[in-house]
């Protein structure tokens, strides 16, 4: 048992079992922009975090209808409209988000506030590319996120 103090020591020193990780970079990883706007598409499903009763249709039914959104959105049909004829967003679906250690002004939103699958895929997208997170329990757990780069 007294072998493993100093290589506990030694852990703690080089930040092994810091209790708070470091916090990431100004606007994130090297090469992140410090704002972007997304548009997207919430597509919930019954038993989903947050969805309203209202929403009735299964997890596969979600995924095929995500899929089915994505594959127009990228044909070019209008993502407003998606928008409002799919989403099961709360809110209204354009998001100024800033990046780690950036303050947001007036509506702009935290990274960090958001689903780390919808902002994974928000940030690695360029300006108008259209991207899919897919649900995850723990990293998505709306549903499934059609997001589109507008700025």
Same mark, same amino acid.
């Given at each position: 048992?007294?072998?493993? *103090?100093?290589? !506990?020591?030694?852990?703690? +020193? +080089?930040?092994?079992?810091?209790?708070?990780?470091? +916090?990431?970079?100004?606007?994130? !990883?090297?090469? =992140?922009?410090?704002?972007?706007?997304?548009?997207? /598409?919430?597509?919930?499903? $019954?038993?989903?975090?947050? !969805?309203? =009763?209202? #929403?009735t249709?299964?997890?596969? @039914?979600?995924? #095929?209808?995500? $899929?089915? *959104?994505?594959?127009?959105?990228?044909?070019? @049909?209008?993502?407003?409209?998606?928008?409002?004829d799919?989403?099961?967003? &709360? %809110? =209204?679906?354009?998001?100024i988000?800033?990046?780690?250690?950036?303050?947001?002004? %007036?509506? =702009?939103?935290?990274? +960090?506030?958001?689903?780390?699958?919808?902002?994974? /895929?928000?940030?690695?997208?360029?300006?108008? @590319?259209? %991207?899919?997170?897919?649900?995850?329990?723990? &990293?998505?757990?709306?549903?499934?996120?059609?997001?589109?780069?507008?700025?």
């Amino acid at each position: 048992m007294k072998r493993w *103090i100093p290589i !506990a020591i030694l852990a703690v +020193a +080089a930040g092994c079992d810091s209790p708070t990780p470091p +916090a990431p970079p100004i606007g994130g !990883a090297k090469g =992140e922009p410090q704002r972007l706007r997304v548009l997207h /598409v919430l597509v919930a499903f $019954r038993g989903a975090y947050g !969805a309203r =009763e209202t #929403v009735t249709r299964t997890q596969d @039914e979600a995924e #095929v209808l995500a $899929r089915e *959104i994505l594959a127009r959105a990228r044909r070019g @049909e209008d993502f407003k409209k998606l928008m409002k004829d799919y989403s099961n967003d &709360s %809110g =209204e679906g354009n998001y100024i988000l800033v990046n780690h250690g950036v303050v947001p002004r %007036g509506a =702009e939103h935290k990274r +960090a506030d958001f689903a780390l699958g919808f902002t994974t /895929v928000a940030w690695s997208l360029a300006v108008d @590319e259209i %991207g899919l997170a897919p649900y995850h329990k723990d &990293s998505t757990p709306h549903g499934y996120h059609v997001i589109k780069r507008i700025e």
